[in-house]
């Protein structure tokens, strides 16, 4: 942090408080130009006096940069960004990267090459997709059985979704194991 410019008006002696709300966020483009910082002097247990402060406040994190232009909905192979240092506001929602949360994820949205890749529009990709036939494993007692069925909707791991039995023309709910594998209980 760098204090540039503050009050110059005269206050009373007390606690001096900054509150991370009184702080003006930089723009995503200049983290480290100078900010406003309102705050106040507490000096009896009801009186206040606002103040203020001219800072340059920052944090340098881990941050993963796109080294190509990056699709939406496509899993993201690790070829395909780099870590760097980025400097950011120090109360940013952008919250430190690592490599392991970028690779194989999916963008949300088209991410452009030379900029970050927000861990906020990352998601784990489709394992299944709509009208793609898939393993599926039913488990019944001790018995087990596999087959192949059709995607009536697209999944991640973990969700489930509706599989047609391509002989019968019947449809069932299926979780999502793994890619291209769906499991019945």
């Known amino acids: 942090m760098e204090l540039i410019e503050f009050s110059q008006t005269r206050i009373p002696k007390g606690a001096i408080e900054f509150p991370r709300s009184g702080l003006t966020q930089p723009r995503p483009t200049g983290p480290l130009e100078p900010v406003i910082w309102t705050g106040r002097v507490k000096y009896t247990a009801t009186q206040r006096v606002a103040i203020w402060a001219k800072v340059r406040a920052w944090i340098s994190r881990p941050a993963a940069i796109a080294a190509q232009d990056l699709p939406a909905g496509k899993p993201i192979q690790s070829h395909q960004f780099g870590m760097e240092s980025a400097d950011t506001g120090p109360f940013s929602d952008s919250a430190p990267i690592s490599a392991d949360q970028v690779a194989g994820f999916a963008p949300r949205r088209s991410i452009r090459a030379g900029q970050s890749i927000p861990r906020s529009i990352l998601e784990a990709p489709i394992e299944v997709a ?32 509706q599989m047609r039995n391509v002989e019968s023309g019947k449809t069932f709910r299926a979780r999502v194991i793994r890619k291209g594998w769906v499991a019945v209980d």
């Open 130 to 161: 709509r009208s793609e036939m898939a393993g599926v494993e039913a488990h019944y007692g001790a018995a087990f059985l596999k087959f192949e069925a059709r995607a009536e909707t697209s999944g991640r791991v973990g969700d489930a979704i």
